[in-house]
């Protein structure tokens, strides 16, 4: 869904490099006053958050964090509030960022802890009746995860200390996560950054040799040593863009839509074409995609589709601001000048400034969509699904589910994509995100946000959704192979 976002944001870190800011020159409340105006004003989707019959409850949440502000005194508590605000909205394309590289009141925790002195006390206090505790890796760090000290403040349950590191920000001895128990081995957790500031998230036990930090990824278990079965090549590709095979199924991973070219997705379509064509059904799995460029699915499709498809008309809204912004976005996206850009693009930066300061359109309706080809194979297409796909993920599943061909798997996506094009607005010490456009003209009457696109089978959470795709797919070729003798 990010269309322009990518030239955006290449302008944004220029920006940032030639003019860093000083943490120390930031009021919270300063901030803060910035970031509601700078909402109130801008935001594409304001109008749909806050109406009459939901104002008095916004006014007080945001009078309420309005004093908090005011009391703030560090940065990372007033990042806190500020994220504390946009939680209203309920809408992950906005967001706060830190200005600059610099860490937000760096946290550094010491605990004096050797390899040897926690093995010692692994055995000694019987950590093995507790599979989270032990030794563990991913990327630069090495660390160990033990019982926190009683009298530690806050009162964490467990904390995981840097035994190696290649990182030379950090040492041995750092407190690099803090655990929370939830229930089982469910935890929320306090991740410390490469540079020393605080990721508030959340992690998983999937297995006993793996720790799943979300937001970071997974973390393997070093010691004890844990008996591992050999993974298949799926589940060790799972994050590249591939396609394989499960018994002459095709299986096409899409893990994201922003790290490769379209000419990339283009290329492992065009390798596989013949067997793909050939095939009953295949299985495309979005699942964690959290979007990018439609452009990047766009060699997918004619496999998928049966014919045009309809779409929405997207909106803009164009506040004083956002139209400046976005006839920058769109002048740069072409490689020209404002100036430019006015005279070569006539007819669109007049659309832009005619429209001045109104939720604009280009239609009402709905447009057709359509691709140079449609293939008739594979008779059938699974596509995988799950609550974190986000945005152009889930503008792919919008189009693609439009197809007789096509049956959805999972759960509900994120419910991220009625606003997009997010603009970075400068608030001293913090960076505020907002999207400046909108999906479609309806979107009062027909959101997608917060709630997502439903799948066609709902598959939790818990079970293998790949195996049961596959399964329901073979039986419902079958069942269909029989109607049609029968008929």
Same mark, same amino acid.
């Given at each position: ?10 302008? #944004? ?20 006053? =910035? ?12 109008? #749909? ?32 509030? @500020?994220?504390?605000? @946009? ?103 306090? #991740? ?50 591939? @396609? ?25 379509? =065009? /390798?596989?074409?013949?067997?793909? @064509? ?34 929405? &008309? ?10 400046? *912004?976005?006839?920058? /976005? &769109? ?10 850009? /006015? ?5 669109? *930066? ?24 449609? *293939? ?37 996506? /994120? ?73």
């Amino acid at each position: 869904m990010y269309i322009i976002l990518k030239s955006l944001f290449t302008i #944004y870190l220029a920006i940032a490099i030639i003019s860093p800011l000083q943490a120390q020159d930031c009021q919270c409340i300063e901030a803060y006053e =910035k970031a509601v105006n700078a909402y109130e004003e801008n935001y594409s989707l304001f109008i #749909y958050k806050v109406t009459t019959e939901n104002r008095d409850l916004y006014e007080a949440h945001k009078t309420l964090l309005r004093d908090k502000a005011n009391e703030t005194t560090n940065l990372r508590d007033c990042k806190a509030v @500020l994220e504390q605000y @946009l939680q209203f909205f309920r809408d992950e394309h906005n967001y706060i960022i830190d200005s600059g590289n610099q860490a937000i009141d760096p946290y550094i925790e010491n605990v004096e802890l050797t390899e040897k002195q926690f093995k010692k006390n692994y055995k000694k206090e019987s950590y093995n009746l507790n599979p989270l505790l032990g030794i563990w890796k991913r990327g630069s760090y090495t660390i160990a995860i033990m019982p926190s000290n009683n009298n530690s403040k806050p009162k964490r349950d467990f904390v995981g200390v840097v035994l190696e590191s290649s990182n030379t920000n950090w040492q041995k001895g750092q407190v690099k996560l803090e655990l929370y128990s939830n229930f089982g081995t469910s935890y929320q957790i306090n #991740y410390m950054m490469g540079n020393h500031s605080i990721q508030k998230t959340s992690g998983n036990q999937t297995s006993i040799g793996i720790l799943n930090i979300e937001k970071i990824g997974e973390w393997e278990k070093l010691w004890p040593e844990v008996k591992k079965k050999k993974p298949s090549e799926i589940e060790r590709k799972f994050d590249q863009f591939h @396609l394989s095979y499960i018994d002459e199924i095709p299986y096409l991973r899409l893990p994201d839509f922003y790290s490769v070219e379209p000419a990339y997705v283009d290329s492992i379509m =065009k /390798a596989n074409h013949d067997r793909i @064509l050939k095939s009953d059904f295949m299985v495309v799995d979005i699942r964690g995609n959290t979007g990018g460029s439609d452009a990047t699915y766009f060699p997918v499709l004619p496999y998928l589709l049966m014919g045009p498809i309809t779409l929405p &008309f997207n909106g803009f809204w164009l506040s004083e601001e956002n139209t400046e *912004y976005l006839i920058n /976005a &769109f002048a740069a996206s072409n490689e020209l000048t404002v100036e430019e850009y /006015a005279v070569q693009e006539k007819e669109e *930066y007049e659309m832009f400034i005619k429209n001045k300061g109104t939720a604009y359109f280009k239609g009402t309706g709905t447009w057709t969509f359509t691709t140079d080809t449609i *293939y008739n194979g594979p008779k059938k297409v699974i596509v995988l699904i799950d609550e974190e796909v986000y945005s152009s993920g889930e503008t792919f599943v919008y189009r693609v589910n439009q197809s007789d061909k096509v049956v959805v798997y999972g759960q509900n996506t /994120a419910g991220v994509v009625d606003g997009f094009n997010g603009f970075h607005l400068d608030l001293g010490c913090f960076t505020a995100v907002y999207p400046t456009s909108y999906r479609a003209p309806d979107i009062k009457e027909n959101p997608i946000d917060p709630y997502g696109i439903a799948p066609d089978v709902y598959v939790s959470e818990k079970e293998d959704v790949l195996a049961y795709a596959i399964k329901h797919m073979t039986q419902l070729l079958k069942n269909v192979s029989s109607q049609q003798k029968h008929n």
